[in-house]
């Protein structure tokens, strides 16, 4: 029994509900897609219309206010029939930084609006060229001008711009030699790119190895209204740490999906080839990497499942929502290899759809953070081993 079958009538039909969605957007769709690396903006608004994206905004504020359960299972069911969440994830925890650390009025300006579909929440600008995966060391300042910051510089891989109508945008407000602590002197500000576009941002398109939306975005002298800074300033990086446990746990989810649909295909596949007069799956050198790759699979399950219980229950889950990143990721990783083997030849044609997904469950093992980074996470925080860096 998988730990999907443990689960509520509610979820169960919520899994139904995605499966009968997804059904609607067949590889062929997706295929076209790639090709043009254009976005999937009728998919995305199928996901919108049906209130998927809203699942984590509280009903208060007109959105469904799904458990963290409930919405592992949209995200893991759109990936494991063969649909790319990526193209709107950001939004199910993005939103979750205005939701903790926003005003009573800026939730009631922005949140009703994402949850009917109005508004889109889908950037977030965080990583810049030069700084990388050293958030405190980035270069983009806010600098307050009455009523106005001045936000001058750049982000990169910055995804979804160009579909979204707001971006989540971590900048510094205080030079860091200035700052308090190491971790002070970020802000966070809501940037409604409407206004923004041509008035000091200028988003450029990064084409990558998979279908993505990424962009590089610069500030030049963009004005943003002080009204659009989220919590105090200065605590942004704060802000964007808290918000990052839900991000590991939904991409986490994510990857579960995939290696379900790499296991799905090559066992489908293994079933039905017969090269020497019988089904390659007879071979144990073909049926073991499967059987493999289901067992590696369902481990990482019961961690992404312990980590959202966790996070339900409002319990320090950092430990287990960086592990449950690390290992679905591997698992989806190592899923997706296999059924390239598994189909031979076939693997690579783009019909089967295997190259396209093997390319696009690759980003999981860099972004949105490196397996470096919580090997790291985890050997200074849960083992006590000496800080790195
Ligand atoms: C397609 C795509 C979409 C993305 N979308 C977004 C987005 O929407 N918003 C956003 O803000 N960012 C986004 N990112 C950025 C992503 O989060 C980063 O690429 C990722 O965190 C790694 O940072 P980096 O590329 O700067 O690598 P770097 O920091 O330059 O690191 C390069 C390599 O060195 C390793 N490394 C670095 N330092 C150490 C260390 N101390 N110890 C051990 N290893 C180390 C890393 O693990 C990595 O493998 C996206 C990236 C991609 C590719």
């Not at 983009?140 to 001008?145: G, L």
């Not at 001045?150 to 989540?168: A, C, F, P, Y």
């Not at 963009?222 to 991409?251: C, D, H, K, W």
């Not at 287990?320 to 390239?340: G, I, R, T």
Request: charged share 25%.
């Amino acid at each position: 029994m998988s730990a999907a079958q443990h689960e509520s009538d509610e979820i169960a039909a919520i899994r139904q509900a995605v499966r009968a969605l997804c059904e609607k957007f067949p590889g062929e769709y997706w295929r076209a897609l790639d090709r043009e690396r254009a976005y999937p903006t009728e998919f995305v608004e199928a996901l919108t219309g049906a209130g998927f994206l809203a699942a984590l905004i509280p009903e208060q504020y007109g959105g469904s206010g799904l458990s963290m359960g409930a919405v592992i299972a949209i995200m893991e069911e759109i990936q494991a029939n063969g649909c790319n969440g990526a193209a709107c994830h950001a939004q199910m925890y993005v939103m979750g930084t205005l939701l903790r650390h926003g005003s009573p009025e800026q939730k009631q300006k922005f949140l009703p609006s994402i949850a009917r579909g109005e508004l889109r929440l889908q950037a977030f600008g965080v990583t810049e060229p030069t700084s990388g995966t050293d958030t405190l060391n980035l270069r983009t300042t806010a600098v307050r001008d009455n009523d106005h910051y001045v936000v001058n510089g750049q982000k990169i891989w910055t995804s979804r711009v160009e579909h979204s109508d707001l971006m989540l945008l971590l900048a510094r407000t205080t030079p860091r030699e200035q700052a308090q602590k190491r971790t002070e002197g970020l802000s966070v500000f809501l940037v409604d790119m409407r206004e923004a576009r041509g008035k000091g941002l200028t988003i450029r398109p990064i084409r990558t190895m998979m279908n993505h939306a990424t962009t590089e975005v610069f500030f030049d002298d963009l004005r943003v209204p002080a009204e659009n800074l989220i919590g105090r300033e200065g605590q942004g990086f704060r802000y964007i740490l808290s918000g990052m446990n839900a991000e590991r746990i939904l991409i986490a989810a994510e990857c579960i999906g995939d290696a379900k649909w790499f296991i799905g295909r090559a066992s489908g596949y293994a079933r039905e080839r017969n090269v020497f007069g019988r089904p390659i799956g007879q071979n144990q050198g073909v049926q073991f990497p499967i059987a493999r790759a289901y067992a590696q699979m369902r481990g990482a399950e019961l961690m992404v499942h312990e980590a959202a219980g966790l996070y339900e229950a409002g319990r320090d889950c950092g430990a287990e929502a960086n592990m449950a990143k690390l290992l679905a990721a591997d698992a989806s990783w190592a899923a997706a290899d296999m059924c390239v083997q598994t189909h031979g030849g076939f693997g690579f044609a783009e019909e089967f759809d295997i190259e396209r997904k093997f390319r696009e469950t690759r980003l999981y093992q860099v972004a949105p953070i490196s397996t470096n980074l919580i090997l790291s996470y985890l050997a200074e925080h849960v083992l006590g081993l000496p800080r790195s860096y």
